[in-house]
């Protein structure tokens, strides 16, 4: 006997014989070999021997290795591959064996006699998405049973809810967040201040963030009349446009997973210096905008294409004049989506009514909406608790809750380097204000 030892010999009948073994080695081939010196049979013919038997000794039962992707966090698409590893091939393992809360049972498959896959679909909004496995008839191939019982769980959103990243990612950053957008270095002044000199240092602490961690980025912003390179209004007409097209196409080809971009921003509320180098009002009104897309949609690649405007929310004749613009834009077939920036001085005072109208009569353009620069600070416009988180609990669930918004960025959200003050949702010593408490009690933001 190798890597055991021999136990009680029993004679069981003059052909039969039996052995123990015992002490076997955890993992380890147990041999047993014959030998036939001195066997024979009663009419003396000898035994030869050699006959051998092999068996790997295992008494260790499979366990669960590991969840891929792991527990915790949150994710937002659907149907979402979970793949599940155990220590060692078992068999009896099936979708039977696994229970999914606040989700249903996709595709099973088995990829390996290790290593299984399940899909869940239909996962309810903002909740907490559980996997728990059984282990009823589940063994490994030496017949030791798996004990079941290991979870997993995952928050379930939608859409993403993101934030800008200034010149460093906070600490607490991927506590809350999902998306990314660069607060001021996407901005042409901030890029090109020196004419052909491209500086894209602060944009690209937001854009690596976003890479490196598998979140959308969205740039802000190509064609703006506020942030502009002082340089573009001293050239001729034909060197401006020629300046804003090679802008365009020196950000694609240097940030290639951009995944939506704010193409214009603010074609009603800020006038744009150089807009008459791009073609003016011209027939539509708006060929300024219509060219900006144009060449936008030649170097995008498979970035969205937006507009993003503000003061669209609560002033229905803004709304009306944006809505001119996005079908001019649609019959050119060159926008992807409505981008509306949803600050402070335009949604402190509004209505869960008012919110809603505004969301309706944007979504009826059949465009997706993203909420783009939002913050809040509330009816008292001082930094108040209370009218902050009142606020949010009036508006928030409507602009999430619509069918057309597809995604939301915070415009910032800690004290001290928020863009709107009194609209942080940290406060001064890092603590989470009311509001922000009540976005992460809903599954709003954080599961990270």
Not at 30 to 38: F, H, N, P, R, W
Not at 173 to 182: A, E, G, L, M, P
Not at 334 to 351: A, E, K, P, R, W
Request: one cysteine or more; proline letters at 3%.
């Amino acid at each position: 006997v190798t890597n055991a030892t021999k136990g009680t010999f029993t004679a069981v009948s003059g052909s039969q014989y039996t052995i123990q073994i015992t002490g076997p080695t955890q993992g380890a081939g147990v041999q047993v070999t014959l030998s036939g010196a001195g066997v024979t049979d009663n009419a003396g013919n000898a035994y030869a021997g050699g006959d051998g038997w092999i068996r790997t000794y295992d008494s260790i039962a499979p366990t669960l290795s590991s969840f891929s992707p792991a527990s915790g966090g949150h994710f937002i698409t659907a149907p979402y591959t979970l793949t599940i590893n155990f220590s060692e091939t078992v068999v009896g393992f099936s979708a039977a064996k696994i229970t999914v809360t606040n989700a249903t049972k996709g595709t099973f498959t088995a990829v390996s006699g290790s290593q299984y896959a399940i899909q869940l679909a239909n996962p309810t909004d903002r909740s907490n998405v559980q996997v728990t496995l059984s282990g009823t008839g589940v063994t490994d191939n030496a017949g030791n049973a798996y004990a079941g019982g290991a979870g997993w769980s995952k928050i379930y959103r939608s859409k993403f809810i993101g934030c800008v990243i200034a010149d460093s990612v906070p600490a607490t950053w991927n506590t809350y967040w999902d998306q990314v957008t660069s607060e001021n270095g996407g901005k042409w002044g901030s890029v090109e201040d020196t004419r052909d000199t491209m500086n894209y240092g602060s944009l690209n602490v937001a854009y690596n963030h976003s890479v490196n961690n598998g979140f959308d980025f969205k740039e802000h912003c190509l064609v703006w009349g506020s942030q502009y390179p002082s340089w573009i209004t001293s050239l001729s007409a034909a060197d401006q446009r020629a300046e804003v097209e090679e802008w365009i196409a020196d950000y694609f080809s240097t940030h290639p997973d951009t995944a939506l971009v704010d193409v214009v921003n603010e074609p009603i509320k800020t006038s744009c210096p150089f807009a008459a180098a791009l073609g003016g009002a011209g027939g539509t009104g708006y060929d300024w905008v219509v060219w900006s897309f144009q060449k936008a949609k030649i170097y995008a690649g498979g970035a969205k294409c937006l507009i993003n405007e503000y003061g669209t929310e609560n002033d229905p004749p803004v709304r009306t004049t944006y809505k001119n613009i996005i079908n001019i834009l649609k019959g050119y077939g060159v926008i992807d989506g409505i981008g509306i920036q949803c600050h402070s001085f335009n949604l402190d005072y509004m209505t869960a009514g008012q919110m809603q109208t505004c969301l309706d009569d944007l979504g009826g353009l059949g465009l997706p909406i993203y909420v783009s620069e939002l913050d809040i600070k509330g009816q008292s416009g001082t930094n108040n608790d209370t009218t902050q988180r009142a606020q949010y609990q009036a508006l928030f669930p409507v602009i999430y809750g619509h069918s057309a918004v597809k995604g939301i960025t915070f415009w910032g959200y800690e004290y001290g380097v928020i863009w709107q003050t009194n609209a942080e949702l940290l406060n001064s010593s890092g603590a989470e204000r009311p509001a922000m408490i009540w976005l992460r009690q809903q599954n709003y933001v954080g599961g990270n």
